[in-house]
Each structure stands twice: as structure tokens, then as C-alpha cells.
């Protein structure tokens, strides 16, 4: 599969990008660089090779979920201009 100016100028409208007549000779080499690249990697051969998450097979730590900090409500909420039964007021700002 190889790209045009034609279709490097589209997809540059869609993306809301501009660009310039000299920049479309190396832009449009660039993209069929590129796509060249995804067909050699999807004629690389793959049965019998099982989808993996991670390549190292690695496996995210997970801690207990455990209470670290004290309730701070009062003391945070002094401060505050209204405040009602735990609750911030503010403002009405939609009718």
C-alpha cells in the first residue's frame, strides 16, 4: 500500500494541519516508509504464537487498599466560604 500527495493533503485537512507544497515530497516518502514497515511486519508469520499482554511477562504489583490518612473534613473545610452537614456550597451558576 503507498500514499499520494493527493492523500497526504486529505488526511492533513482532517487533522487541521497545514501543509506546504515543498514539505509534501518527504512527507509522502515518510508515510509509504512507514506503511512498508506494517506490511513486512503483517507478512511475518504468527500461527501457533499466543496474545500477550506484556513481552516480559511481567505482573503489576498490588498493595493492600488500606486507609493512609486521617479524616481531615473539619480542619479542610474551615477554610471554606459555606459549608453544610460535611458538604461545600457554592454557587447556583445554571438556572
Request: net charge negative.
Given at each position: 500500500?503507498?500514499?499520494?500527495?493527493?492523500?497526504?493533503?486529505?488526511?492533513?485537512?482532517?487533522?487541521?494541519?497545514?501543509?506546504?507544497?515543498?514539505?509534501?515530497?518527504?512527507?509522502?516518502r515518510?508515510?509509504?516508509?512507514?506503511?512498508?514497515?506494517f506490511?513486512?511486519?503483517?507478512?511475518?508469520?504468527?500461527?501457533?504464537?499466543?496474545?500477550?499482554?506484556n513481552?516480559?511477562?511481567?505482573?503489576?504489583?498490588?498493595?493492600?487498599?488500606?486507609?493512609?490518612?486521617?479524616?481531615?473534613?473539619?480542619?479542610?473545610?474551615?477554610?471554606?466560604?459555606l459549608?453544610?452537614?460535611g458538604?461545600?456550597?457554592?454557587?447556583?451558576?445554571?438556572?
Amino acid at each position: 500500500m503507498s500514499v499520494s500527495g493527493d492523500t497526504i493533503r486529505e488526511i492533513a485537512q482532517l487533522a487541521r494541519l497545514r501543509v506546504e507544497d515543498n514539505e509534501l515530497p518527504a512527507m509522502t516518502r515518510s508515510f509509504n516508509t512507514i506503511l512498508d514497515l506494517f506490511e513486512q511486519l503483517q507478512a511475518a508469520p504468527n500461527d501457533g504464537v499466543e496474545p500477550m499482554a506484556n513481552p516480559l511477562d511481567a505482573s503489576q504489583p498490588l498493595r493492600d487498599d488500606l486507609v493512609t490518612e486521617s479524616n481531615q473534613r473539619e480542619a479542610l473545610q474551615a477554610v471554606a466560604p459555606l459549608t453544610e452537614d460535611g458538604l461545600y456550597l457554592v454557587p447556583r451558576v445554571v438556572d
